[in-house]
């Protein structure tokens, strides 16, 4: 079963504008991941955030978590059209060889 | 580059035809998984391989088998499709260790006739 929820399931905003999408969670976790998916493609991992970090920044990207809240948020600064895609965060629990629960993505739409 | 490569890209069967999809990878990584995703959904984990220990989920119908015949290939197997296994399905590889991410490759989408 999924895991995960993500809020909201889609966002549609401007180009340089900034996208907030926010993942829920019910076990405890290891780490929290976030992957895109361009319509038709695989999933490409954008970062990953360890159950004793508490915000991490890559590029244009911001994450936090929030382990009492079994939270996390994504941040896109100054969003590209080439940002549109589907986003889905991933938590891995201590458990067998990496194995991954995704929740159910947020579909982004960056209109130029 | 070093990747994960997924043939075909589009696979079309007709329904209860056995059809097997390919996963490749030059990551030499232990780990390698396959996925389904149906339109608009999460990935759903069908089963996994660490080396040559095979993992299926619990909830992954018999239909669906897997061979790993060495490191770098890994093979899905659906004996009988039904219009229900209409999906795409994503190959992923990761290494052992933590915390590790996943490569995916492009996927095959498998459409029944």
């Known amino acids: 079963s999924q895991q995960g929820e993500e809020d909201p399931q889609a966002l549609s905003i401007q180009e340089g504008e900034n996208a907030t999408m926010n993942c829920s969670y019910k076990?405890?976790?290891?780490?929290l991941q976030w992957y895109r998916q361009n319509s038709g493609r695989g999933l490409v991992h954008l970062i990953l955030?360890?159950?004793?970090?508490r915000e991490k920044h890559s590029g244009r990207l911001r994450v936090t978590l929030d382990t009492s809240k079994k939270s996390s948020s994504l941040l896109i600064t100054a969003s590209r059209a080439a940002d549109t895609a589907s986003y889905f965060c991933?938590?891995?629990?201590?458990?067998?060889?990496?194995?991954?629960?995704f929740g159910q993505g947020t579909i982004l739409t960056v209109h130029p | 580059d070093a990747m994960v490569i997924q043939n075909p890209r589009y696979q079309v069967t007709q329904f209860g035809k056995p059809v097997t999809l390919s996963c490749s990878q030059t990551?030499?990584?232990?780990?390698m998984y396959w996925y389904q995703q149906k339109s608009s959904q999460a990935p759903k984990l069908l089963f996994h391989?660490?080396?040559?220990?095979?993992?299926n989920e619990a909830d992954t119908p018999d239909n669906f088998q897997s061979r790993r015949p060495n490191t770098s290939f890994c093979f899905l197997d659906i004996r009988s499709p039904g219009l229900g296994d209409a999906a795409m399905y994503l190959c992923?590889?990761?290494?052992?260790?933590?915390?590790?991410?996943?490569?995916f490759g492009d996927g095959t989408r498998l459409s029944i006739l």
């Open positions: 991933a938590t891995r629990g201590g458990t067998s060889y990496g194995k991954l629960t």
């Open positions: 076990t405890s976790i290891n780490n």
């Open positions: 955030i360890r159950s004793n970090e």
């Open positions: 990551l030499n990584h232990n780990v």
């Open positions: 391989y660490y080396d040559k220990d095979f993992n």
């Open positions: 992923a590889t990761s290494r052992v260790g933590q915390p590790q991410p996943q490569h």
